[in-house]
T-cell receptor, first 112, second 111 residues
Framework: DAGVTQSPTHLIKTRGQHVTLRCSPI?????VSWYQQVLGQGPQFIFQ???????GRGNFPDRFSARQFPNYSSELNVNALLLGDSALYLC???????????FGDGTRLSIL | GQNIDQPTEMTATEGAIVQINCTYQ??????LFWYQQHAGEAPTFLSY????GLEEKGRFSSFLSRSKGYSYLLLKELQMKDSASYLC????????????FGKGTTLSVSS
């Protein structure tokens, strides 16, 4: 079975641009979460979606937004990119409550 | 607020046993996870504790004390491939069922 897939793998943008990152969860998983991981730190929670509804939001500015589609895939959008947005963006999906979240390989975003 | 603390770095030798500690302060605790992350790779699930006590899974064990806000991950018979970052994460119902991670402990295993 396919795991969590994310695209693109790597991305280079300049300040002020916007970016869309995509995530396909494990088949049957209805919950998708997004995390930002800066080098040397643990992942920081950005958003969680379940059944296409936002169920949680971390401490990130309004430049960050996300949505979940009827097939449970998800997009993370970041507007007005800043140098500090350079990070690994991880998507995780989960089955029923109590099961662990499974992570994709991430999108490495570099802002120049 | 929420706070998760774990040591930044640890070193050990092949065949040894190492214990990585994690202390947490959070409201609405709903469970604690340990993940392993090799450099440049995604975190992979190791263990889950929601009740007090020890969970054993092969060479890895994890312990939880909810009253003390404390967990540890025990790695036995260390191998070189165990060199990685180990992430402690709690589920806090203040953020849905999202994971709140510590900064991770980088474990270096030498021969």
């Amino acid at each position: 079975d396919a795991g969590v897939t994310q695209s693109p793998t790597h991305l280079i943008k300049t300040r002020g641009q916007h970016v869309t990152l995509r995530c396909s969860p494990i088949s049957g998983h209805k919950s998708v979460s997004w995390y930002q991981q800066v080098l040397g730190q643990g992942p920081q929670f950005i958003f969680q979606y379940y059944e296409k509804e936002e169920r949680g939001r971390g401490n990130f500015p309004d430049r960050f937004s996300a949505r979940q589609f009827p097939n449970y895939s998800s997009e993370l959008n970041v507007n007005a990119l800043l140098l500090g947005d350079s990070a690994l963006y991880l998507c995780a999906s989960r089955g029923p409550a109590g099961e662990p979240q499974h992570f994709g390989d991430g999108t490495r975003l570099s802002i120049l | 607020g929420q706070n998760i603390d774990q040591p930044t770095e640890m070193t050990a030798t092949e065949g040894a046993i190492v214990q990585i500690n994690c202390t947490y302060q959070t409201s609405g605790f709903n469970g604690l996870f340990w993940y392993q992350q090799h450099a440049g790779e995604a975190p992979t699930f190791l263990s889950y504790n929601v009740l007090d006590g020890l969970e054993e899974k092969g060479r890895f064990s994890s312990f939880l004390s909810r009253s003390k806000g404390y967990s540890y991950l025990l790695l036995k018979e260390l191998q070189m491939k165990d060199s990685a970052s180990y992430l402690c994460a709690v589920i806090s119902n203040q953020a849905g069922t999202a994971l709140i991670f510590g900064k991770g402990t980088t474990l270096s295993v030498s021969s």
